[in-house]
């Protein structure tokens, strides 16, 4: 397998990390009666840490389909080289670093992280385009 694969695959382990951080915060904030019942009755106050981290799981999934995406084509393609090995690092590094700056309320190089994750992106998409 690739090295573009591999990160791929650690980025899918990123993905449900996220998706099980802020369900186990819930868990402790609603409890886990609220959770398993049908939640037909408006949802409990979110505390502000598992907010974070909701929305930082909400921002990982707006970019992850375009990620996987380039990362399939380009390897279907057998366009991987340097620029798609560095782009795909560059991604999975940014998207680790993003979860705790966001989850601890860090302004501004959260969004410059941000920015480098969507950075990898572009690197992996310049040798397929």
């Known amino acids: ?11 899918l382990v990123l993905a449900l990390v996220q998706v099980l951080l802020p369900a186990m915060l819930r868990n402790r904030e609603c409890g886990i009666a609220y959770n398993a019942s049908p939640r037909d009755e408006p949802e409990a106050t979110v505390g502000k840490v598992t907010g974070r981290l909701m929305r930082a799981q909400s921002n990982l999934f707006e970019t992850l389909p375009v990620f996987t995406a380039a990362i399939l084509i380009a390897h279907v393609a057998d366009r991987e080289g340097a620029l798609t090995h560095w782009g795909a690092w560059l991604y999975l590094i940014a998207r680790v670093a993003y979860v705790p700056l966001y989850a601890a309320g860090v302004p501004y190089i959260r969004s410059l992280v941000w920015l480098v994750s969507l950075g990898g992106i572009l690197l992996v998409l310049i040798p397929i385009i």
Request: hydrophobic share 65%; charged share 10%; aromatic share 10%.
């Open 1 to 11: 397998m690739t090295i573009e694969l591999t990160i791929l695959a650690w980025t």
